[in-house]
């Protein structure tokens, strides 16, 4: 029973972070209908100028306390994201705004190998960890542990969630994104600056990967230039899962994938008589990638059919 | 009119020729200017070709973005590997491994297609991309508690394709000639490139051919009048896993070492650049995007280094990484500027333009 219980809480970490990271996905498919492949490697810089603004700071020999030393390096980090975000429409699907589908999706990748080799340049291939700054005390609910920092995660993630779907339902900004949604045309003829909308989509998302990237480096205690790729195509996963275009669903569908992936990879090797380990832990992802978008392809909350895409 | 068509056959026929020719001599002319390694990657030239006309077949053709292709090759490679090599003993001839492999890849492409039939454009890509990693990850991990694959440490001393007693992976002498592998193997990849060629070349002015133009163009319409979407999605799938296979198996007896790294995400990614920036369903564009994008890297990793050492006297960017942000940045610039590739068939090109004002 307590595995179980450490399963879930091990997931509802890891499903946070994807759910925040999900929720880049999601705005940005729901506004422009398209996947932003580079969003993984938004997420990686992230975590990165975090590390390299909290190793200056130490090495110039400032001694401030671990999060005050992790909250500056955010503050850096999601300026720098938002930054990049921006640029990211501009060059790769500004342009392209109209064309094949085809031709954004393959920018959007050359894009992401453009940033990791960037990364390779400024980071190097090697893994870079985490400074320890951060307590890593446990604390034990029902004989499960979880640490302080991963329950912080999971409160920050759902805090900063909820004022985001607050934000996109009480603000103008917000109501000119969902006007966007709707139909971008109409949008603008009603005085919505879409490119504007955009723009701040973008923005918005890429500052969540920034907050993202650090949570993933700090639980793992290390960042590296490809980290992107695998938490963004799960991130992408939960976005479907929850039905792409819709926020809540983001949530629900990142939560919900990483509970399925720690159960499935704490109980597999019990289940196929140690056949399968947990090594193949990545592949849940997957399959729910697969089953989801075979039987039930608008998600669990989306209304909208996938023949759109 | 009928004159005129009788004078066009033959002078296609002798450019056909011209070009036999050509392609026959160039490994000699190659081999003795620059040296055998780049008589090798000639060879692989040749198999990324039959790669890249593979997934012409699904994205160009069929108009079915595909994220995922590398599996196929990996499907096609681990079967010739696995059935002929020390690993488990077995040691089978290449005329039974590497159809075995093509037939196994066609199962994949089936198995594959048919839960995803129902997917479009980005849908579809992500869900091949998550196959192609399935794959990748059961191949990786697939050495215990039952070894099958030899996880990652891969599978080593796989035999060449043998002609009776002639081996492709060793030196043949003839009259005091001593040719290298890489020759040998050169004209045995020449031969299989032909055929896929011209199987890609009859399929595309066939019935089925044009079903796919159908189906890419509007699937609705395409089933209005008649065509079975399924069927044809499926056949799709099926031969471009069918080219993947082949070239797959080749691969196995030509490398004679395989391992999963050999079948990432960034290969699907490259074949599929080369069928992108040579041009979408034109099968001479799709050979110059294949040739351009395999002979390139290996030139750039020849030129990179020397240059920086020249002008700045140091290694500044270390040369693999000059090489894959390059390749990156005309992915981009390519979409940007040319959406349509190199070269591209004159329909597909019509298609793009459309889209734009559309």
Known sequence: MDIFLQQILNGLVLGSIYALIALGYTMVYGIMGLINFAHGEVVMVGAMVTITVISTLMGAGIALP??????????????????????????????????????PLITAIGLSIVLQQLAILIWGRNYISFPQILSHDTISIMGASITELQLIIVVLCLAIMGGLLLMVEKTKLGR?????????????????????????????????????????????????????????????????????GNLAGAVAGGILLGIIESLGAGYIGGLTGGFLGSHYQDIFAFMVLILVLIFRPSGLMGEKVADRA | MAIAGKFDTNKKLGLFLALGVVMAILPILIGSAFGNSWVRTLDFALLYIMLALGLNIVVGFAGLLDLGFIAFYAVGAYTYALLGSPHFGIHL????????????AMMFGVLLGTPVLRLKGDYLAIVTLGFGEII????????????????????????????????????LEIAGLSINPVYLYYYFFLILTVLVVL????????????AWVALREN?????????????IKLLAFALGALS?????????????????????????????????????????????????????????????????????????????????????????LMMLIRPEGIWPSKRRQAEFKDAKKG
């Open chain 2, 93 to 104: 001839p290449f005329y039974i491994t590497i159809p075995l492999g093509a037939l196994f």
């Open chain 1, 66 to 103: 671990g999060p005050l030393l992790v909250l500056i390096g955010l503050m850096v980090a999601i300026p720098a994201c938002m930054l990049l975000g921006f640029t990211i429409e501009r060059v790769a699907y500004r342009p392209l705004r109209g064309a094949p589908r085809l031709a």
């Open chain 2, 219 to 231: 699937d609705i319409a395409a089933a209005a009048m008649g065509i079975n979407i399924r069927n």
């Open chain 1, 176 to 244: 000119a994104m969902r006007a966007t949604s709707q139909n971008p045309a109409v949008a603008g003829l009603m005085g919505v600056n879409v490119n504007t909308v955009i723009s701040a989509t973008f923005m918005i998302g890429s500052g969540l990967g920034a907050i993202a990237g650090v949570m993933v480096a700090t639980n793992y205690d290390q960042a590296h230039y490809y980290m992107g790729f695998l938490i963004g195509l799960k991130a992408f996963t939960a976005a479907v899962l929850g039905g792409i």
């Open chain 2, 244 to 332: 993947g296979g082949v070239a797959g198996g080749l691969f196995a007896s030509f490398q004679g070492f395989i391992s999963p790294e050999s079948f990432g995400l960034l290969e699907s990614i490259m074949i599929l650049a080369m069928v992108v920036l040579g041009g979408m369903g034109n099968i001479p564009g799709v050979i110059l995007g294949a040739v351009l994008l395999s002979v390139a890297p290996e030139f750039l990793r020849d030129v990179i280094g020397p240059v920086q050492m020249a002008t700045f006297g140091r290694m500044i960017i270390d040369p693999e990484n000059a090489r894959m942000l390059l390749f990156g940045l005309a992915m981009v």
């Open chain 2, 199 to 210: 199987m890609c070349w009859r399929l595309q002015h066939s019935r089925i051919g044009r």
């Open chain 2, 136 to 171: 990748r990850i059961f191949v990786n991990n697939l050495n215990a508690p039952v070894n099958i694959t030899n996880g990652p440490q891969g599978i080593n001393l796989i035999d060449p394709v043998q002609f009776g007693g002639v081996s492709l992976g060793k030196p």
